[in-house]
């Protein structure tokens, strides 16, 4: 009876370490960075957002999975100025999920949902994304959306490496 008290005991201890870790391991955000305060994930979206439509299940091509419009599209092309950002690191980014729609970025750069932008080096393009946070270090990759990589002229099976800004 002893020993499987002991047990009990030492397992109740050490999930309550675990619970305390995270507080302590200096992976914790600073609350001043908006971009790294929040720890809760994932956010909800504000139900006012609209969303491009869900391509049709037939869609097999960039140009019918993409179901932006041309609207969405220069909305995304537009540029903050400079002071109204700031640079979170590059990463490399492969293809997100093809059927998901919008303009995203999902990155472990980014500790909850923000609104950002990516720049393509090699075409000098880039296009605003919401930045989507993603278990990782900041070192891991990351996923772009279909209607993002087709903006930058971003290879679509290739790796391009971009720069990731966050709005202030």
């Given at each position: ?5 002991a ?6 201890l ?155």
């Amino acid at each position: 009876m002893k020993p499987a008290l002991a047990l009990l005991l030492i397992l109740h201890l050490l999930s309550a370490c675990a619970a305390v870790a995270p507080i302590f391991s200096g992976d914790r955000a600073d609350a001043e960075d908006p971009v790294q305060s929040d720890l809760v994930r994932p956010q909800a979206r504000p139900s006012d957002l609209s969303l491009p439509a869900t391509p049709p299940s037939g869609a097999r091509t960039a140009e019918t999975l993409d179901t932006t419009s041309q609207e969405d599209r220069a909305a995304a092309r537009a540029t903050p100025p400079a002071s109204a950002e700031r640079l979170l690191g590059t990463t490399i980014a492969s293809l997100g999920a093809p059927t998901e729609p919008g303009f995203w970025l999902k990155t472990p750069l980014v500790r909850r949902e923000t609104q950002g932008r990516v720049v393509y080096l090699e075409t000098g393009k880039s296009v605003q994304v919401t930045l989507i946070p993603i278990d990782g270090p900041p070192t891991a990759g990351s996923r772009l959306s279909l209607p993002a990589l087709r903006l930058i002229e971003a290879p679509l099976t290739g790796l391009p490496e971009v720069q990731v800004f966050a709005g202030t």
